[in-house]
């Protein structure tokens, strides 16, 4: 598991931080940085700032997350926790945070 910066990015306005958990430490990615989980590490994305953030997955080999996603926009919090357990989401706590 990694992140790396690349050398330069165009800062849009829309695309801010996110922190990424790697399994041992929690880092802020900016635009253009990217991180990497092999199958079965445990990793987290978190959102704390209140600027909005885009982030691009790539999921290799394909999990079937879209609906997951999808449902994730409109869940209420009543039915969050079982949304979580059919996609197979776990938490973890908050390492050093």
Do not use: C, I
């Not at 849009?12 to 991180?35: I, K, M, Q």
């Not at 209140?50 to 997350?65: C, D, K, Q, W």
């Amino acid at each position: 598991m990694s992140a790396s910066r690349t050398a330069k990015h165009r800062d849009s306005g829309h695309d801010r931080e996110v922190d990424y958990f790697d399994g041992h430490a929690w880092r802020t990615l900016l635009p253009g940085d990217t991180a990497h989980a092999a199958v079965g590490d445990v990793h987290a994305l978190r959102k704390e700032r209140a600027e909005p953030a885009t982030l691009l997955m790539a999921l290799s080999p394909g999990v079937p997350r879209a609906e997951y996603f999808a449902q994730l926009t409109t869940v209420n919090e009543r039915d969050l926790n079982r949304l979580h357990e059919a996609h197979d989401n776990h938490f973890v706590d908050d390492y050093g945070r």
